[in-house]
T-cell receptor
């Protein structure tokens, strides 16, 4: 079945770049997403990439997609303490009137001053 | 900016009781979803809803669960007879089109005692 895997923890120093990695199994994935969850809060969409793209940049965020290896990464430039959160990778496939998301377990990012 | 809202933020109930979790999706959205996140586990898809009917449901979504859009704004998840293992954070999401990004509410934390 479909599966999404992420490393559980990442610790960086403020000002450094963070790279969060994700792998997925479903080769028919059409969209791949990054969501952010701050403590006690909901799931906030950060960015997404369509499967026919290999890179997307949005301010400090860069998403890289290697479709051959089914590998997705999120790079956060100049990481700030406010970026400390759990980052979820999720994928969806085109399935008629439904586009359920399959989620990774989340990567907990700790940013140290 | 429009957002998905959910009430209550926290619900405590006794095992065997019925609960109704409420969501108000973004007003022009047509596709609605429920997900849940058991503590320490992945976010799991429960059900998707479009055009006043269920589009897809997961194995978790058994006869104890039901969804309804009782009016033009609310989308509810009912659990008829709660079990201890139903304790989780329940997230509602909506999207404008089936291929569009899902926007999530802040979640309802359900605790079954």
């Amino acid at each position: 079945g479909e599966d999404v895997e992420q490393s559980l923890f990442l610790s960086v120093r403020e000002g450094d770049s963070s790279v969060i990695n994700c792998t997925y199994t479903d080769s028919s994935s059409t969209y791949l997403y990054w969501y952010k969850q701050e403590p006690g809060a909901g799931l906030q969409l950060l960015t997404y990439i369509f499967s026919n793209m290999d890179m997307k940049q949005d301010q400090r965020l860069t998403v890289l997609l290697n479709k051959k290896d089914k590998h997705l990464s999120l790079r956060i430039a100049d990481t700030q303490t406010g970026d400390s959160a759990i980052y979820f990778c999720a994928e969806s496939t085109d399935a008629g009137n439904n586009r359920k998301l399959i989620w990774g377990l989340g990567t907990s990012l700790a940013v140290n001053p | 900016e429009p957002e998905v809202t959910q009430t209550p933020s926290h619900q405590v109930t006794q095992m065997g009781q019925e609960v109704i979790l409420r969501c108000v999706p973004i007003s022009n959205h047509l596709y609605f979803y429920w997900y849940r996140q058991i503590l320490g586990q992945k976010v799991e898809f429960l059900v998707s809803f479009y055009n006043n009917e269920i589009s897809e449901k997961s194995e978790i979504f058994d006869d104890q669960f039901s969804v309804e859009r009782p009016d033009g704004s609310n989308f509810t998840l009912k659990i008829r007879s709660t079990k201890l293992e139903d304790s989780a954070m329940y997230f509602c999401a909506s999207s404008n089109g089936v291929a569009d990004t899902q926007y999530f509410g802040p979640g309802t934390r359900l605790t079954v005692l």
